[in-house]
């Protein structure tokens, strides 16, 4: 591997166009739901109004016989499979419990779940047809809350499940999917060695992605059993691997194209509508598209879990953390599969502690199963461990951010799970921090209401996986880039980057595309912060490729030695005879006599993956009548290794910290006593708008990664990480109160205030 | 076909004609009926400011309005902002500031901006952010559009 220091870049660290831009600013870029084929029927799907319920009977009769209906599915017409797991790449899933949440057979198991689907000619027919739909119910008691699902009198949802990761095993049926411990050191030891200890609760609610483009599908089953599927998703492999393990066909007879996908954040990386869609279509013999409504996207699709968190930290006087002891159970919604592991190991990860216990709860409930939302875990571990910090730091009067510098994590560090980090940036984060203007700033006091200021740090990883890139040198001497990673952020222009910079191209003159599952290698899902790192290693070693047979074409031409040959910043020249050096512009032109066009393949699963660090600053106020918190100035620090393209990863951070805030102060699923979602639109699923936040400043540290050629880390995830613990933090400051509870909403807020109140 | 109603409009100042069912929204009309796909559903109800139109100079949410609501209206729809082959101003600013990442919203913001602009073209930082909080963006945090819309603004005014 080159060592980056060599490189001097040209092209990466610009601010280009990016290339799919022009379309997406006149409407042209087609969505999911922008897909019409002729003679297409639309879907639609009958959900459950119970939180667990038997279901007795389903009549579709009268549905059937509305004009225009051409086909109804029930659970029943899904293929029954066997329990167990399965490999998707390095991703384990149970096809079974997939199945069963994508169409409820015997149970439902929250309000949502999917019992029925519909397609007719119109959506305005098939949403008449759901009507006429009768349902038998028995309804059963339900489960809400993590802990009272774990309990023993508590309803089980899934009969079958037993909890995995115990030392011993149990036969009694559970809500508890798994459980896991990270230990190290002596606890005892490092309490007692503590001169402050600090424990406290934490709840927080389960929060949406909140992209604001419904999921979507249209699948076309043809007679030969081929079928097409389009579809917005992270991932065109994932959807084609879970489609053909649902219905039991041969994954390569499915085809799926991926549209442009309006966000993502996690809770696009698996299958809702495609089988149903793929159903519906064998069925009638027709294209049929499904788009699922706001509504049905809250109340059955995959937000994060909720969580209880219990936190207990020691440290000396001098601010070092002798001990931490962390219970944490997250719900999974209905079925196994919570990121309560990927909590346990990022906790206290920019931290360095010797004596540790972790507890981890995987917990089934009666809401809708839980899927990844950027940095999946992480924030919820983070609201505990950041803000038990800031009173330790408090309590021992050392500066917030020093006493995470005394702590901080760096190479050599031993994570919570074992492994040791490589070169990584915390401590450096930490000093730009410290350094800010910001942090250097008094605190504005623009209305006279209490103000505060808070931090709090973050850490995530960076996913690896599988990733293909092929890059081909066009007649004009231009390059495309074709890859399998769909661009919700800006990825095609940092892949078209990565191969401009190798060719010595401008970013302009490379043509970024997004392929099919037919028209690229496998690659797995634009998550996990992987992107740029892995499809980009890919694109890397393609265009290396490239850069290798063009040199072996100008050998050609010259009559030379290929190793005679050099390329720099897109020119072949020869090292010891006298030819005319050739741009790749010319040498383009010769192929077709120097023995063909030149194209570069690579597939990749790399494994030096560079993990992040953040660490954020942020001032608020209090309304002390109201309780509403505004945010006066928000500052995010971030090792981003080597930023690509500066814009996107200051776009990474702004959004991921504005879903950071919404979830501080104002998202949750909200339930009534009967198990039903009571906010499930935007008017009352409170997202931030651009009225409620400030400009989001961020600055970029570059520690580079050493595990890939270019320095590149991951950077999408980590920004979620530390905004609700810098906010809760920073009211603390403001008003004296400690919030332990997200969101920290107005009247959660009032009634910390009155209760601080009354105790004087 | 008897139960559709003709239905005679300008579209991005084109004259159109449209048969709609009375209770197909104008967002769905201009998606499935004239294949303006542009124009975005995010909630239908209102919240997103997706499915943002200028209709007869007013922003509006296309999926709050019926398609038959729109007869002898002046609708203008992002397909409508570039002039033959040069982008509007906003269109332009928000790829030159990256104010977009998977660009559903994009389309709505730019119609929303281009309605801010139109009735006060010098707006302040707050006034944007006032003037866009009917749109929801996910991705960006709002910061890279918002100086995107003050940039195009300076831009239009000549500054």
Redesign the interface.
């Known amino acids: 591997m080159e060592s980056q220091q060599e490189y001097k870049f040209k092209v990466i660290g610009t601010r280009p166009i990016r290339h799919d831009g022009v379309d997406k600013v006149t409407g042209r870029a087609k969505y999911g739901a922008d897909i019409s084929l002729p003679g297409m029927l639309h879907g639609k799907v009958l959900r459950s109004p119970h939180a667990h319920a038997r279901i007795k009977s389903i009549d579709v009769s009268a549905a059937l016989a509305l004009p225009g209906v051409k086909a109804v599915i029930t659970g029943q017409e899904l293929p029954e499979l066997a329990p167990g797991i399965y490999q998707m790449g390095e991703i384990p899933i149970n096809p079974q419990y997939l199945s069963r949440n994508i169409m409820a057979r015997d149970k439902v198991l929250y309000n949502g779940h999917a019992v029925a689907a519909v397609a007719a000619t119109s959506p305005h027919v098939a949403e008449d047809a759901l009507a006429l739909i009768k349902v038998e119910y028995e309804v059963l008691p339900h489960v809400l809350d993590v802990r009272k699902a774990m309990a023993d009198e508590a309803p089980i949802l899934l009969p079958d499940l037993r909890t995995s990761g115990t030392l011993e095993k149990s036969d009694k049926p559970t809500n508890v999917a798994s459980q896991l411990r990270f230990a190290r050191g002596d606890l005892a030891a490092g309490f007692k060695a503590a001169d402050v200890v600090v424990e406290r609760e934490f709840n927080t609610s389960m929060v949406h992605q909140g992209y604001i483009e419904p999921h979507n599908a249209v699948a076309q089953y043809n007679e030969d059993g081929h079928s097409t599927v389009w579809v917005s998703t992270q991932g065109q492999f994932s959807v084609r691997e879970l489609c053909a393990q649902i219905l039991k066909m041969p994954s390569s007879n499915i085809k799926v194209v991926p549209d442009e996908i309006g966000g993502g954040f996690g809770g696009k990386t698996t299958v809702y509508l495609e089988p149903l869609a793929l159903l519906l279509s064998k069925k009638t013999g027709k294209p049929v598209k499904l788009v699922m409504s706001r509504s049905e996207v809250l109340r059955a699709t995959g937000p994060t879990s909720g969580s209880y968190i219990r936190c207990k930290l020691g440290a000396t006087k001098d601010g070092t953390i002798t001990a931490a002891e962390i219970w944490m159970a997250y719900e999974a919604g209905a079925f196994p599969g919570s990121p309560v592991g990927a909590g346990c190991m990022t906790a206290l990860g920019p931290y360095v502690v010797d004596n540790l216990q972790i507890d981890g709860f995987d917990v089934v409930l009666n809401k809708p199963k839980t899927c990844a939302y950027r940095a999946p875990g992480a924030t919820n571990a983070a609201l505990g461990v950041e803000t038990v910090i800031d009173e330790l730091a408090e309590k021992l009067g050392i500066d917030p951010l020093e006493i995470r510098r005394i702590n901080g994590s760096q190479e050599g560090t031993a994570q919570p799970a074992g492994p040791k980090f490589l070169r990584i940036g915390c401590l450096e984060t930490l000093e730009a921090a410290k350094s800010s203007a910001h942090y250097k700033s008094p605190l504005p006091k623009p209305d006279g209401k209490p103000v505060g200021r808070g931090v709090a740090s973050g850490f995530w990883f960076n996913a690896g996986l599988q990733s293909s890139a092929a890059v081909s040198i066009n007649s004009d001497g231009t390059a495309n880039v074709v890859t399998g990673s769909p661009d919700i952020g800006g990825s095609r222009a940092s892949c078209a980057m990565i191969a401009a910079e190798v060719l010595g191209l401008t970013a302009e003159e490379v043509h970024p595309v997004v392929a099919d599952t037919e028209s690229i290698g496998h690659t797995d899902v634009t998550g996990g912060s992987r992107v740029t790192f892995a499809t980009g290693y890919a694109v890397y070693e393609a265009a290396q490729e490239a850069v290798r047979k063009l040199k072996q074409r100008a050998a050609t031409l010259w009559k030379v030695k290929e190793e005679d040959v050099a390329y720099q910043d897109g020119v072949v020249s020869c090292v010891n005879n006298g030819q005319e050096p050739m741009t790749l512009k010319q040498l383009a032109s010769k192929l077709v006599h120097a023995g063909g066009p030149v194209s570069g393949q690579a597939s990749v699963n790399p494994r030096g993956v560079g993990p992040c660090f953040a660490t954020h600053i942020v001032d608020v106020e209090v309304d002390p009548e109201t309780g509403k918190v505004e945010i006066l100035r928000y500052t995010a620090v971030q090792d981003v290794g080597k930023a690509v393209h500066p814009s996107y990863v200051e776009g990474q951070i702004q959004g991921g910290t504005a879903q950071g805030i919404g979830w501080a102060l104002n998202e949750e699923y909200y339930y009534d006593e009967s198990g039903t979602m009571r906010n499930s639109g935007f008017l009352d699923y409170r997202m931030p708008t651009c009225l409620d936040l400030p400009m989001i400043e961020t600055i970029l540290v570059e520690v580079p990664n050493p595990g890939h050629p270019l320095g590149i880390r991951g950077v999408g995830e980590v920004p979620i990480v530390p905004p609700p613990a810098a906010i809760a933090n920073a009211i603390y400051r403001a008003v004296g109160v400690r919030m332990t509870e997200l969101p920290m909403s107005p009247p959660k807020l009032c009634k910390a205030m009155a209760e601080k109140n009354a105790k004087k | 076909m008897a139960n559709k109603v003709h239905v005679e409009t300008t579209l991005n100042g084109e004259a159109v004609e449209f048969l709609c069912?009375p209770?197909?929204s104008l967002l769905e009309v201009l998606?499935?009926v004239l294949?303006?796909?542009?124009?975005?559903?995010?909630?239908?109800?209102g919240?997103?400011g997706?499915c943002s139109v200028i209709l007869d100079g007013r922003i509006s949410c296309s999926c709050l309005v019926l398609g038959v609501e729109a007869q002898g209206k002046n609708i203008q729809?992002?397909?409508g902002?570039?002039q033959a082959d040069k982008?509007h101003p906003l269109?332009q600013k928000?790829?030159?500031?990256?104010a977009?990442?998977?660009?559903?919203?994009?389309?709505g913001f730019?119609v929303a901006a281009k309605a801010l602009l139109d009735r006060n073209p010098n707006p302040t930082?707050h006034e944007?952010?006032?003037g866009?909080?009917?749109?929801?963006?996910?991705?960006?945090?709002?910061?890279?559009?918002?100086?995107a819309v003050l940039d195009a603004a300076a831009v239009m005014q000549g500054r």
């Open positions: 069912e209770r197909q998606r499935d294949g303006f796909t542009g124009t975005k559903e995010g909630c239908l109800t919240d997103c997706a729809t992002v397909e902002l570039a982008l269109q928000f790829l030159e500031h990256a977009l990442q998977c660009g559903i919203c994009t389309p730019l930082e944007v952010r006032y866009l909080a009917g749109n929801l963006c996910r991705c960006t945090g709002y910061d890279k559009i918002v100086r």
